[in-house]
């Protein structure tokens, strides 16, 4: 029994021009047993950082309450909102301090960096459960479906995607693959995220 | 004799299948089936040759891929050939696909309880004239298909395929239902995508690409004409046609 596999659940985050979307199933199983279907696994960190969780639920949400205090923390002392690439590293250490007894989590993240001349940079990572940051510029996968998750994404991907072309691009990459992996499944959300505003959709999928 | 009452007692053990990378796929079109395969063969992390073809022709009209542990895949593969020229001589004509089927069905069933370690994937034209994908386990349960990815990088390259070729999760636009077969030009797309998409994200496949056409009697070869690479196997000026088109791979 891998722990990795308990819960179940995908997350996949992908670069576009001037934008990033992230997206994940709404699975919640235990092992075999599906349990619910509004299990929501993207949180906002910011307006313009998003963070995904798949892994071990318990972790899910005592990880999410970690990065809410600690994101508190880090606003109240700089008097500014984090970064994607600094909360990145906020993700990787906090990980890390666990090194011999990990949360069972593969954060994947994406944002906006703010630029120097006032502009924003599309920004995604991912990490494994130790908090080894993987700096991706075309997408990043996590979770029970993450090999099918590559092999879409691999064949549907392409560079400098608007909103609406990432948005159908991460769609049909994340719906294809969780319909190929028994723990993953039961629905989707969407986040894009462009400079003015940031778009949630939750999609239908196969309910088997 | 030397004293050997104080030695630890050894166990010794021999496991009789390897696993050798790989990956294989077939599409079948309305008059035409694609059959391919990377042509990478290795063990663990070493590659132990950049060509050894999975794909095999076994008749003017039938194709074989075999993918798994490529001692067993070979074997199996000579076996079936020779099963299938027995068939020659006894009937004085080819064995037709859907009974190349059944016979690979009893063949692996004949081997339950000690299997040929192998997936293996039909790709042909059938009496009828359509083209067909049957796909098969280790053991011999099989189904007609019109398309299947097996193989190492069968988990990555199949759901492209629900997408591309099943068009699942798409809707169609009012009054323009999605076509149930593909055009060739498109197939052969989706084959060498699907190929390079694998080859990019999974360790055991690359090298080289080997893709299988074979043409139902009468088809135009038109969409063959401007293709690189291609090589045609035909033996009978009358029959169906089959081609081969070899296309190189990553080698990282």
Redesign the interface.
């Known amino acids: 029994m891998s722990i990795m596999e308990y819960n179940g659940g995908s997350v996949i985050a992908m670069v576009g021009k001037d934008c990033v979307a992230i997206a994940s199933d709404l699975r919640l199983g235990n092992q075999a047993l599906g349990i619910a279907s509004d299990f929501e696994k993207i949180f906002p960190m910011t307006d313009r950082v998003y963070l995904g969780l798949p892994g071990l639920a318990t972790d899910v949400t005592t990880l999410r309450e970690q990065f809410r205090y600690r994101l508190n923390m880090y606003t109240i002392k700089e008097e500014r909102e984090i970064e994607p690439e600094t909360f990145a590293h906020l993700v990787s250490s906090t990980l890390y301090e666990r090194r011999f007894g990990p949360y069972f989590i593969e954060p994947v993240m994406a944002g906006l960096q703010r630029l120097p001349n006032g502009g924003y940079k599309p920004f995604i990572a991912a990490t494994d459960l130790i908090g080894c940051i993987n700096f991706a510029k075309d997408f990043v996968v996590a979770g029970t479906a993450s090999s099918k998750l590559f092999g879409v994404a691999e064949g549907l991907w392409e560079p400098d995607l608007e909103p609406e072309d990432l948005f159908e691009t991460i769609a049909q990459t994340l719906l294809n693959a969780v319909d190929r992996d028994a723990y993953s499944g039961w629905g989707a959300v969407v986040h894009v995220i462009t400079k003015d505003k940031a778009i949630k959709r939750v999609l239908k999928g196969r309910m088997d | 004799m030397p004293d050997t009452a104080h030695e630890q007692p050894q166990q010794r053990q021999f496991y009789p299948y390897t696993e050798n990378g790989g990956t294989i796929l077939a599409i079948a079109g309305a008059d035409f089936t694609v059959i391919a395969g990377d042509t990478r063969q290795s063990e663990g992390y070493s590659i132990q040759t950049r060509y050894a073809p999975k794909v095999f022709r076994l008749t003017e009209r039938a194709v074989l891929a075999v993918n798994g542990f490529a001692a067993d895949g070979n074997m199996f593969v000579k076996k079936v050939k020779q099963r299938l020229e027995w068939y020659r001589h006894a009937h004085a004509k080819e064995m037709p696909l859907r009974a190349i089927a059944r016979l690979i069905q009893t063949m692996l069933y004949a081997q339950r309880f000690f299997p040929y370690y192998v997936n293996n994937i039909l790709g042909g034209i059938e009496e009828d004239g359509s083209g067909a994908v049957y796909s098969f386990d280790p053991v011999g349960s099989y189904e007609r298909e019109a398309c299947r990815a097996a193989g190492a990088?069968s988990?990555?390259?199949?759901?492209?395929l629900?997408?591309?070729i099943y068009f699942?999760?798409?809707t169609p636009a009012p009054g323009t239902p999605h076509p149930t077969y593909l055009p060739l030009p498109d197939v052969l797309a989706i084959v060498i995508?699907?190929f390079t998409?694998?080859t990019?994200?999974h360790i055991e496949v690359g090298d080289g690409l080997e893709m299988y056409v074979v043409l139902a009697k009468g088809r135009s070869i038109e969409e063959l004409a401007d293709v690189a690479g291609v090589q045609e196997l035909t033996t009978r000026a009358d029959g169906d046609r089959m081609f081969v088109i070899q296309r190189e791979l990553k080698k990282d």
């Open positions: 990088a988990s990555l390259v199949q759901p492209f629900d997408n591309q699942k999760n798409q995508d699907s998409s694998a990019e994200r």
